[in-house]
């Protein structure tokens, strides 16, 4: 295995906060690739494919609700829909399957779709929610869409984390909470650290086949990820939002995202945390500012662990 490391540290790009994913690809066309976006038809998700495709790309949006992703994608061209639903393994491997058949390459893949702060659940394999929605079904989506991957040449995997990582790294001891108590907020934060983890072990395999793996923070932008937050839970937050910093627009939120995929400021880069349409610097543990990637969101024995973790919850391996 590969473990060429990209420094994490910004570039710079040249870009901020502020950057919107229109101005990311600027005049770049992306006529002839592949995109698939998991999530892609609400908020951030839904800004990205539009960017792709307002760029030329072929985008495949994958999600539950077939009638809310028609009307949000309507009249965007080349943009399919297929359905997915992350918690259950069935569901993945369908489509999985159907996008093989297809025999297209995928330049492409975007693990966007989330939940955030939800009350405990488990999916039907017993693993919790959040940890099971936002890294271990996009795990095997990424597993069962490699060979579509290694046969673009050149693909990136981009996978949403966050700054709410700051929080919290993996408990190994106890992932699912099934004895510690639970907590809404603990859990989100391990399931983004995971997110960051999964792109630093993917990354290192990727290399040898010229796929390449990037985490983002969007920022903070109002979406419907806050559906499980009550009203004044949500108004506590954007309060305390914006004495950081202003919210982001989902153009802003998407921008990141969008650099990941299509940068050539990134080639021959990858494994790294980003925020703000660049690298984001690593900070230590105990930083007192919202911003940067924490210790225990990039280190390779803890990407390397989650990684086999990931492989038994879900017995999709690389070939």
Known sequence: MDLITTPQSPLPSGYGAQTTAREVIGSRRL?????VVTGGYAGVG??????????????????RSPEKARAALSGLARVEFDVLELGEPASIDRF?????????SLDMLINNAGIMAAPLSRDARGFESQ???????????????????AKANGARVVSL????HARSGIDFDDPHFERRPYDKWIAY???KTANALFAVALDARGVPHGVRAFSVHPGAVLTDLMRFMPDEEITAAVANSNKISPLKTTEQGAATSIWCATSTQLDGKGGVYCEDVDIAPAV??????PRGVRPWATNREFAERLWLLSESWTGARLP
């Open 31 to 35: 006529d002839g690739l592949t995109a």
């Open 46 to 63: 839904l800004e990205t494919t539009r960017a792709f495709s307002d760029a030329g790309a072929t985008v495949i949006v994958l999600g």
């Open 96 to 104: 999985a399957e159907r996008f093989l058949a297809s025999g297209r």
């Open 131 to 149: 940890l099971a929605t936002n890294h271990i079904g996009h795990f095997q989506l990424t597993m069962r869409l490699w060979p579509a991957l």
């Open 161 to 164: 984390s966050s700054r709410g």
């Open 189 to 191: 934060a391990q399931s």
């Open 284 to 289: 230590p543990a105990d930083f007192p500012e």
